[in-house]
């Protein structure tokens, strides 16, 4: 939380500091003993009853001679104020009770248990992969369908380089080689931000099309839900975000249950189709006539090809997770890539290979692993075990993508290339912003696109592919600049897999150019133009703040050089510049508090009072629409006493809140060296809805207020 | 705008200032010279460039040795701000430019002006009236319209009695005798309340109703606007809002001239269809067979009589505006008002006369006033005048109730039953948030509705009926207690006046409960309560802020004394009360300043120097995760010096402004008699849009520290 200074800024540090020391005024003034005592420690007496409140604050001394602090307990953390405290309940009761940070706790997985874990985003695209692909082929017609083999090879071929080349990353990157560091490490910022973009993408459609595809695995089951998707899907969001929020742990055997289901679910499928076929002599039945909408064309195959591979989406997640193995890491981890990519070509291969045989075509009410587990087991109970399986583990994959995303918004903030809220940690330890951003995100694709999963899969595969790619040629570059033993060999594997990955980028872009793709490569362009701009906001921020030695020079100087200063400060006012806000030093501060009064009541009295006793110079002020109303509150104010210099600013067109603050800017273009503290009487009522009963002049001030250079504003509250 | 002091207020005033000469500091240095020239005349020297913003006040030396001001010239009200900027120039192109106070005018009306422009409202409910009474019989068939004479001759008794009402009130209230004041002077606060919630629902719904019949007026000429009705309806109300706002005058000739055409149209139709009947023998022409709906009976008469009873809308006004006749003015209001009821009557019966003569039936498409039209001038010109007069007479009722809306609110906010922004005139002069509200609701209600008369006719008669019969009930106990010459006289009128009113109301009520009425009923009661609660609040906020003069006890005190009050007050926190806002003097008012630091960087250390440069004790404060993050911060802080006392607070969850907000009101329970003054460092930004960047810890703390007493929030902004 707290940024590291350098040695340049330590130095500063130093430097300002001894200018304190040097100050002319009474330092002992604000070094006196506090009113309080701020350990809370010694009050109230023993045997006093304590406030309640007192008991949230437990005053501890740390070890070796460190000064005393205080600790919040449990409830300081709870606000005072009544919706504060619901909200706070309600956040108890739905995740939980906070956790302290030391809470984080790292796990291992052991291979059988990682398989499971890491490879369920994979696997499960088994379930939308081949059904994409062949509902693209299906615009052909009969024919069509018959280019679904050689399509589905290369597409294996493509899950062979990729693992192959994956194979590669987790040697190189022990510690997680995420898309996002490979590439910004080895490439560059702006690859790193394409990758970046690539992988979010990417993650919030794995949310969509996981659920999307989900829902589709049951509602083939029970097609009495079809009219619901919409809202299944919304609770199934709702679910996952408060179960992410709440920071549930990867729960080993409960992770790893419904990915084994699916495989033993997938290969009794094809086990029992492959021997009905071989009863039949592996012919194929028969698939229905079916219509051509479209001529067979390269286009055509291309689009099935970059659709179907989005069956591989999700290989990737091996390769970030590398540190949760058990040692020796990347071994461990690279052994488990080989099984997922050996499971994920044969549970890929063979339900193309089913479909094959048993003539299924794609259908909009039913999905195609649907048909399938119907052909093989009828509708008992294998066949409901096979729904339920798809189901579970393509929920799974959904959530992977909650642990992925909010890591890269977290790695992007780190690098300044994402807000800082992305930093926080929750109170349960989860980045609960980026959580609640990937859920909004996912929830918005999943309404706008109707629940259905056909339509996204061409912005899925731009995304997908885009990150893989810059891996890809990141760990060219990586392994070109490292050279050692065998890093011919990698970089051959690296460069296949990155200009295979290429290939079906372009292919996906060009293809699907207008049924979506331009959305997403649009969505990439922004979001690199617009990290591009935070990082460098956050640069113009950190170089405003950060401590100058200027303050070394000031105590040298004669009072005359001062007054010089002063005029030269008028000049550039004039000239339009305003003075830096850039007092370091007590005794750089000038004052003049300016204390805008609307009536001699006691809210007032109570500001004037409170400016008067900061014994400095006050000026008080008072709009009046014209001079027999100014006379008037002047007769009070004499009457009062005239105890401060007060000035009359009629406001003939009876506004007050910019003349004021026109009037106070040209008091600081006066003297831009002073520090002008506006002090003003704020009524503060009990319930919001009595706000509306009064003018929010104090308010309205405060936020004209904001925009001017050194004008502070104290807000003195009176409570009705 | 500056409430007056009682005498009990100006002697405690007197005694408060008597304090502030005796305070024991120094108040030579809250009085000193200031560092700028309040009158901003001296500055910048002779021969300088004055910057643009001085040029836009004017010193100014007022006659009679009152001491010098400032005057905003029309330039110190464009606020500074771009976004501001726009506002305030796209309102003065809509608007025009402001007017200062002194451009008020008031202008006399001779008869022949007044009468067109304060019975528009009046007369052009015989657009409606008629047509609304004669929807409700023709549900009972053929047979019910039999019921229209007789009903129509209640109406028109009805008319010569709430008339000559009018007249008694005009010779009471001869400065304007709206039902609002009538009632609350006559009958006391509540009756007052309800006259008030009458006329407001009368105003909302004459906008709604004048609209809807007006545009029904053109659509009948022209049916293919027909669909278009709500957005032509919203267009009109945007308009009337605008030119209200404008603070459009009176203009005698332009908003007669409508009046008069409307006047010579119906008389013209009357003559004609006359005629035409009497080459007929007076034979009247036979309705087209209707099928009953409803049975014939007490209730569908009785409410035809109040849905008929709408035609007489508005016939108030004149009460209303006597001021504005010349002299004698209740004289020439009188004969005014007595043309006027003659000229509705006239128009009244005729319209009805006619409808019988031609057996006309309302019909969805067409108003009645437009088929009457067709039948006596057929299509040609006189008819399109004939409708455009319709639309133009009812254009300028719904402007009355612009003028009448805001001056209830406004009524309402001097008693300090509505909130004091309908206090306000706008830089044009007009009662600008009575005008928005009106045209809110209005735009509301007549949406809600699509634009249609008919439902709405329940609500209005409701409304207006109940603020006849408290205005009428109000009259006759103002002649009972006057009892002057004549007072059994207007008496008698008044009452009868408002009996017949109060039976409109009742049947309107009971009749039209479920349709509609039961909206207007409760509307007026949730009104009532409202209106009470605020001017409840208002009196509680009044007694808060008023001086007391608890001040003058304090100094004749000893030492000790003192002491023994702050245990007291330690004792009365404790048992949950907390210490008055009450400081009248500056000795009274003792400081801790409390900065929150998040790190010692430029923003930081300006706040820090500003609190130290207050000469007030300071605590600095600082929240971390754990110990070791505190530790960090604690060795940077010793690096600069360790200047101030600083206070580590450890939030294991990771919690900010919690924390920090029950730690400080932890620091203001040990000592309720402290003022705690919070000084936040600020980040602001250039564009709104770079907020998200920014974690607004400030903007929290301060909303969050809002409802605690005593704690002053100082906010030191930091520009990048």
Known sequence: MLPTLDEEQLRVLRRVG????????????????????????????????????????????????????????????????????????????????????TAIAHERMRKLVALPVLSADALSSVAYGPEAMLAILVLGGTAGLRYSPPVAATIVFLMLAVGVSYRQTIRAYPHGGGSYIVASDNLGRVPGLVAAAGLMTDYILTVAVSIASGIAAITSAVPSLVPDTVPIGGAVIAVLLAGNLRGVRQAGALFAAPTYAFIIAVFALVAVGLYDAAGRGFHPTPTPHLTATEGISVLLVLRAFASGSTAMTGIEAISNAVPAFTPVEWRNARTTLTWMVGL?????????????LDGVVPNTTETVLSQLAHRSFGTGLMYVFTQAATAAILLLAANTAYNDFPRVLFLLARDHHAPRIFLRLGDRLAFSNGIIVLS????????????????????????????????????????????????????????????????????????KFTAGAWVAILAVALFILVTMRIRHHYARVAKAVALHPHAIEVPQQTLALRIGEQQAARAASQAGESEAEAEETPEEVQHLVVVPVAALDLAGMRALAYAASLQQPVLALHVSPDEDEAERFRAYWRLWGDHLPLEAILSPYRAIVVPLVNYIESLHRQRPDVTLTVILPEIVVRHWWHRVLHNHIAARLRRALRPLPKIVVTTVPFHV
């Open 18 to 101: 001894r200018e304190w020391d040097r100050v002319s005024g009474d330092p002992g003034l604000w070094r006196r003993a506090l009113p309080v005592d701020p350990d809370l420690g010694s009050y109230p007496a023993p045997g006093e009853i304590r406030p309640a409140r007192f008991g949230r604050f437990v005053p501890i001394t740390p070890p070796g001679g460190r000064p005393p602090a205080v600790e919040a307990a449990g409830e300081a953390e709870i606000p005072a104020s009544l919706p504060g405290r619901v909200g706070y309940n309600v956040r108890r009761v739905v995740l939980g009770a906070p956790l302290k940070s």
């Open 344 to 356: 994920l070509i044969a549970l890929f291969a063979g339900t193309i290979a089913m479909v094959q």
């Open 440 to 511: 909004a995100a996912a929830a918005v694709v999943y309404v706008a696109f109707g629940g259905k999963t056909e339509p996204l899969i061409p912005l899925f595969a731009v995304g997908v592919f885009l990150a893989f790619t810059m891996s890809q040629a990141g760990m060219v570059v990586h392994w070109w600049r490292l050279r050692d033993r065998h890093w011919r060999k990698s970089l051959f594997f690296n460069a296949t897999g990155g200009l295979l990955s290429a290939i079906v980028f372009i292919t996906a872009g060009i293809t």
